[in-house]
């Protein structure tokens, strides 16, 4: 495909600009807490979100099981209805296997599919393109690519990323790369659609030609995260900036501080009386200290 001539804010942005990596409630017990995710769900397209990203690395997808992540999805598409896009995230290391939550996805009222590249075993680039072509044709949802080395020890590489383009149903990436420089290669010569993974990034990748971002932070700030945006695209770049980093201080506090963000997203909202619950063993909660220097940040954020 030759390079796209289309503007960046015209670019295709097939679940909205605003997405919000949810994390999965469970009640104190450990179960699944799907009137909890219902809430929470509610809550958050109430503030800004245009869609919400389930069981991806912040919704605890490691430790959940296969009937979890299809009830959970069954909730809460009941909750938002046609107000939100709801993708599910399926990535397993096992081919068959991410095919099969495929389908089960589909069928519990999935608009969209979330596929991190197969961990642990770190394949090559023609078994990662093989795989996510086999996940690509298991359903009829459209796919996005969860690029993430730093937690599968494998890439999609920029030129990987330029064939997998080709498949009608691959229209969107979770970019957690870390690379500009083929995020913007890809964005140049695709239509996919590409999403910043990483908080700190919202601004400086939709800037160049990102479709939004899909936002761990923004279970707790979803309205911060969407003004940045929403500013950007009214032509106000030093709003914009302004406002990007007033996220910053929360954003480090929570997906740089040694904990993961799951563990930093669910003490928080657990602080604030919203739907959380534990984390799922290996995972451990955050501390009173660590959870007193969270709330003390988002207290600060909101008082803006």
């Known amino acids: 495909m030759t390079p796209s001539a289309v503007s960046p804010r015209t670019r295709p942005a097939p679940f909205g600009r605003a997405l919000c990596a949810m994390v999965t409630p469970f009640t104190d017990e450990g179960l699944l807490d799907l009137d909890g995710a219902q809430l929470l769900a509610e809550r958050l397209v109430a503030e800004g979100c245009d869609g919400l990203v389930l069981s991806g690395t912040t919704g605890e997808s ?40 495929a389908l089960e996805a589909e069928k519990a009222g999935a608009d969209g599919l979330l596929v991190v590249t197969p961990y642990y075993s770190r394949p090559p680039q023609d078994a990662v393109e093989a795989h996510f072509l086999a996940i690509a044709d298991a359903s009829g949802l459209p796919l996005t690519l969860y690029d993430i080395p730093g937690r599968t020890g494998t890439r999609i590489e920029p030129e990987t990323m330029l064939r997998l383009a080709e498949h009608p149903r691959i229209v969107a990436v979770k970019d957690c790369a870390y690379d500009l420089l083929g995020t913007q290669k890809v964005i140049g010569q695709t239509d996919l659609a590409y999403y910043t993974g990483c ?29 940045v945006i929403d500013a950007f695209d009214a032509g106000n770049t030093g709003e914009a900036a302004r406002l ?36 799922r063993a290996p995972l451990r909660p955050a501390g009173r200290e660590a959870t007193d220097g969270l ?10």
Do not use: C, W
């Open 295 to 304: 709330l003390a940040a988002y207290e600060e954020l909101s008082a803006v």
């Open 199 to 227: 908080d700190e990034y919202v601004l400086a990748q939709y800037a160049i030609g990102g479709a939004g971002y899909i936002s761990t932070v923004a279970n707790v700030t979803p309205r911060h995260f969407r003004s």
């Open 62 to 101: 490691p430790t959940t099981t296969d009937a979890e992540k299809s009830a959970l999805v069954r909730a809460v598409a009941e909750a938002v209805g046609d107000r939100a896009a709801v993708v599910a995230g399926i990535g397993t290391a096992d081919t068959r296997h991410t095919a099969a939550l």
């Open 244 to 279: 990007q980093q007033l996220t910053i201080p929360l954003t480090e506090l929570m997906m740089a501080s040694g904990l993961p963000g799951t563990v930093t997203a669910k003490a928080l909202l657990g602080a604030l009386g919203l739907p959380s619950g534990p984390v």
